[in-house]
């Protein structure tokens, strides 16, 4: 079965700075990978997903992400934060034979003014 | 259109009652999913249903069902609650079941409290 292991649980980045939010996936096998974003006392929104093709995917509010197989990694990036950024960000993975959505423990980024 | 509504947004039930959960998927899509979400375990799914059809079961027991109706909607139930049931579920609708590449959208959950 599929796992996902999101490597931060908590990150604090000053606002304006780069950060990277690590995702690894246990499988090399054929997956869909996507990122998605929880606000305080909301529902999960997507901001990216790899299905195939490219492996740098962009997404939402600058966001984007890089799919390596071979280090079985999809971290998600974005070169500069802004407060409104401070949430809970959510890997997850499914394997292409119509899987349900495995997701990671989730990372808090706290973006500091 | 309208996003994915889940019905009530905030529970507060008492040990050994029962909770029925209403989820309203967008309108078209007919995979509805749901998931339990707590601080210890993060998001675990519980069963997706497809076409009236459970498709996929989490390692949940038998307390929690769930069924979907004509026109898409589904209920979760959880019956004999315990004081570890308090969580967030949510419900996420898509176009295809197993998610199949397409965008899972979420509801804002509804928050379950077992006192």
């Known amino acids: 079965a599929q796992s996902v292991t999101q490597l931060d649980s908590q990150v604090p980045v000053f606002e304006e700075a780069p950060v990277e939010l690590r995702c690894n996936y246990s499988s090399s096998v054929s997956v869909y990978l996507f990122w998605y974003v929880q606000y305080p006392n909301q529902g999960l929104q997507l901001l990216l997903k790899?299905?195939?093709?490219?492996?740098l995917v962009k997404g939402i509010n600058g966001f984007e992400a890089e799919f390596n197989k071979s280090q079985t990694s999809f971290h998600l990036r974005k070169p500069s934060v802004h407060i409104s950024d401070t949430a809970e960000y959510f890997c997850a993975v499914s394997d292409t034979g119509n899987t349900p959505l495995v997701f990671g423990k989730g990372t808090r980024l706290s973006v500091i003014a | 259109k309208a996003g994915v509504t889940q019905t009530p947004r905030y529970l507060i039930k008492t040990r050994g009652q029962q909770v029925t959960l209403s989820c309203s998927p967008i309108?078209?899509?007919?995979?509805v999913s749901w998931y339990q979400q707590t601080p210890g375990q993060g998001l675990q799914f519980l069963f997706e249903?497809?076409?009236?059809?459970?498709?996929n079961k989490g390692n949940f027991p038998g307390r929690f069902s769930g069924r979907q109706f004509s026109n898409s909607r589904s209920e979760m139930n959880v019956s004999t609650l315990e004081l570890g049931d308090s969580a967030l579920y949510l419900c996420?609708?898509?176009?295809?079941f197993g998610f199949g590449g397409t965008e899972a959208f979420f509801g804002q959950g509804t928050r379950l409290t077992v006192v």
């Open positions: 996420a609708s898509s176009l295809a």
């Open positions: 249903y497809f076409s009236e059809t459970q498709r």
């Open positions: 309108s078209g899509h007919r995979s």
């Open positions: 790899y299905l195939s093709g490219s492996t």
